[in-house]
């Protein structure tokens, strides 16, 4: 089934700990992104990669950093994990950088940092 | 950056229509989106809003007005799986979406 896919779905993490969330998408889109979703907040970007070998600091991109070394892989990784990050983590897709467009989301990864 | 501001909590009856009322604030506009998203599920596509006037789509309806910052999203002939949170969210010139906090429908039997 073409689409997003997260791993993991959920993950408890002591605090200081290195985390990496994998997203792979099939659809061939250019642009990725992640957002963290937390009660009351909403959803809120953390980074974007309008095309592979780019990337770009959303809202909220302190203690996260991104890679995209091709056009289907965008993992994000936590160097040193707090409790503040505790949240539900979502990667999306869109056809086409720099354009508005629809966004195709991932089933979330839950992660509670401890 | 934005203000992207919508009612926290919605209830309603089935069979009824709700509307979900979004105001917003930019520096540049390139569109508003609505999303829909279950209980521990991921967001999914609505609608999408770049001119004046209203856009239907079956039971859904969305709405823009640029000069007024506003939107809304009207949900006819509700049913019990619209029970829901819905998200709206805008383009800037730096075509990034950014979303509001999210409107949870509940509906009602």
């Known amino acids: 089934i073409a689409g997003i896919t997260q791993a993991p779905t959920s993950q408890i993490l002591a605090a200081g700990r290195r985390m990496t969330l994998r997203c792979t998408q099939d659809m061939r889109h250019n642009a990725m992104y992640w957002y963290r979703q937390d009660l009351g907040l909403g959803l809120r970007l953390i980074h974007y990669?309008?095309?592979?070998?780019?990337?770009g600091k959303g809202e909220v991109p302190d203690g996260y950093s991104v890679s995209r070394a091709n056009t289907d892989d965008f993992p994000l990784t936590l160097a040193s994990a707090v409790p503040s990050q505790t949240s539900v983590y979502f990667c999306?897709?869109?056809?086409?950088?720099?354009?508005?467009?629809?966004?195709?989301f991932g089933e979330g990864s839950r992660l509670t940092v401890l | 950056g934005q203000n992207i501001d919508q009612p926290t909590e919605m209830t309603a009856t089935e069979g009824a229509i709700v509307q979900i009322n979004c105001t917003y604030q930019?520096?540049?506009?390139?569109?508003l989106f609505w999303y829909q998203q279950h209980a521990g599920e991921a967001p999914t596509f609505l609608s999408y809003?770049?001119?004046?006037g209203l856009e239907e789509k079956g039971r859904f309806s969305s709405f823009l007005s640029r000069s007024k910052g506003y939107s809304y999203l009207l949900l006819k002939e509700l049913q019990m799986k619209d029970s829901a949170s819905y998200l709206c969210a805008v383009i800037e010139n730096d075509y990034k979406l950014s979303f509001g906090a999210g409107t949870t429908v509940t509906v009602r039997a």
């Open positions: 930019t520096s540049g506009f390139n569109g």
């Open positions: 809003n770049v001119l004046d």
């Open positions: 999306a897709s869109s056809a086409a950088g720099g354009s508005p467009g629809e966004l195709f």
């Open positions: 990669s309008n095309t592979a070998g780019t990337t």
